[in-house]
């Protein structure tokens, strides 16, 4: 079974920092881009920070300077990690798989996970 099991949100000051995980299996893993996207309460759901299968990687705006992600290919797993939260940054996090190379678009990632809710007070 395909599994993309996404930890490491809680609550947190702003300011603060997070490191979360995305744990995947059940998919060849080296194929697929993988991409962190999150969704406040009310808004829809935003791409974050995306990784390629070559390891190039992409930023939101929002996020740019603050985050960086990275995976490692012999554990299936990648990580994205915040500097200087902000309450802005409040949202349930997932992790995504693409087969079709890094895109913001949410509707070419086959597989999500079921998400961590990342929550920073002011």
């Known amino acids: 079974d395909v599994q993309l099991q996404a930890s490491g949100g809680g609550l947190v000051q702003a300011g603060d920092f997070l490191r979360l995980s995305c744990a995947a299996s059940?998919?060849?893993?080296?194929?697929?881009?993988i991409g962190w996207f999150r969704q406040a309460p009310g808004k829809e759901r935003e791409g974050v920070s995306i990784?390629?299968?070559?390891?190039?990687?992409y930023y939101a705006d929002s996020v740019l300077g603050r985050a960086t992600i990275s995976r490692d290919n012999a554990l299936n797993t990648v990580h994205l990690q915040m500097l200087r939260l902000k309450p802005e940054d409040t949202a349930v996090y997932y992790c995504?798989?693409?087969?079709?190379?890094?895109?913001?678009?949410?509707?070419?990632?086959?597989?999500w996970g079921q998400g961590t809710q990342v929550t920073v007070s002011s």
């Open positions: 059940g998919f060849p893993f080296v194929d697929y881009a």
């Open positions: 995504a798989a693409s087969p079709y190379g890094p895109s913001w678009s949410l509707k070419l990632y086959r597989y």
């Open positions: 990784i390629a299968n070559d390891g190039t990687t």
